[in-house]
Nanobody, 124 residues
Framework: QVQLVESGGGLVQAGGSLRLSCTAS????????MGWFRQAPGKEREFVAA????????RYADSVKGRFIISRDNAKNMVYLQMNSLRPEDTAVYYC?????????????????WGQGTQVTVSS
């Protein structure tokens, strides 16, 4: 059993930055790939970024590449998403998720545990 809790969302102007945090509980965190997904109203939940167990391999959606950075601190059981140069189209509920396979995958079905989400709103 793994529990994930996101925090750090809020309202920012376009061009601003936010740092999302995900706190994990459970014994499988350090050996799991962690991912961030987002879902806007009326749209499907989409992949944002993922990072492997060591923190040395990361993947990003094309829409956020160069603007967002995913990182993790296994000693603290935390995963982060630093979001820079935010755009209105980044507005969504952001979720963190855990994948027990340790592969850095982009599909939702690969992830076993999900947080409740944190709202990010970017105004123009």
């Amino acid at each position: 059993q793994v529990q994930l809790v996101e925090s750090g969302g809020g309202l920012v102007q376009a061009g601003g930055s936010l740092r999302l945090s995900c706190t994990a509980s459970g014994r499988t965190f350090s050996s799991s790939t962690m991912g961030w997904f987002r879902q806007a109203p009326g749209k499907e939940r989409e992949f944002v970024a993922a990072i492997n167990w060591s923190g040395r391999v990361a993947r990003y959606a094309d829409s956020v590449k160069g603007r967002f950075i995913i990182s993790r601190d296994n000693a603290k059981n935390m995963v982060y998403l630093q979001m820079n140069s935010l755009r209105p189209e980044d507005t969504a509920v952001y979720y963190c998720a855990s994948d027990r396979t340790t592969l850095v995958q982009t599909d939702r079905a690969a992830y076993d545990y999900w947080g409740q989400g944190t709202q990010v709103t970017v105004s123009s």
